[in-house]
């Protein structure tokens, strides 16, 4: 039912836990099955330094939510604003589609992360 991909990220999730005095937060849920994503952001210089997540939730959840952190390390704060729940499921080599609402978090907690970013240093 799940992808290699899935099951790696799933079985040892990246850069999970929290940054302290991180320069954007980040936080979205879903009610379909309880999941609920934090995303904290260290910006310099326009570009994503570091990204921890907590999340709550189904295997899919954490997945997408490990995924999205590695996507985004690295990334100019518009590169990272650009980036689709669709292209993290996409890296993940595809989700079953009874779990796509889990996989639309990762992008959205990302956003909501750098909007506070944004509204924090404008
Ligand atoms: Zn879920």
Same mark, same amino acid.
């Given at each position: 039912?799940?992808? @290699?991909?899935?099951?790696?990220?799933?079985?040892? &999730?990246?850069?999970?836990?929290?940054? @302290?005095?991180?320069?954007?937060?980040?936080?979205?849920?879903?009610?379909?099955?309880?999941?609920? +994503?934090?995303?904290?952001?260290?910006?310099? @210089?326009?570009?994503?330094?570091?990204?921890?997540?907590?999340?709550?939730?189904?295997?899919?959840?954490?997945?997408?939510?490990? +995924?999205?952190?590695?996507?985004?390390?690295?990334?100019?704060?518009?590169?990272?604003?650009?980036?689709?729940? $669709?292209?993290? =499921? $996409?890296?993940?080599?595809?989700?079953? &589609? =009874?779990?796509?609402?889990?996989?639309?978090?990762?992008? @959205? =907690?990302?956003?909501?992360?750098?909007?506070?970013?944004?509204?924090?240093?404008?």
């Amino acid at each position: 039912m799940y992808t @290699d991909k899935v099951m790696d990220h799933f079985s040892n &999730p990246r850069n999970v836990g929290e940054i @302290d005095n991180a320069d954007g937060v980040g936080e979205v849920g879903n009610a379909s099955c309880g999941d609920i +994503m934090k995303i904290f952001l260290k910006v310099e @210089d326009n570009i994503i330094k570091d990204v921890k997540f907590k999340t709550f939730g189904c295997g899919a959840a954490i997945a997408t939510s490990s +995924m999205v952190t590695e996507m985004a390390i690295g990334k100019t704060i518009d590169e990272a604003l650009i980036l689709t729940n $669709e292209a993290v =499921a $996409e890296a993940l080599d595809g989700l079953p &589609p =009874a779990k796509m609402h889990c996989s639309n978090l990762a992008a @959205d =907690a990302l956003h909501e992360a750098i909007k506070d970013y944004k509204e924090q240093h404008s």
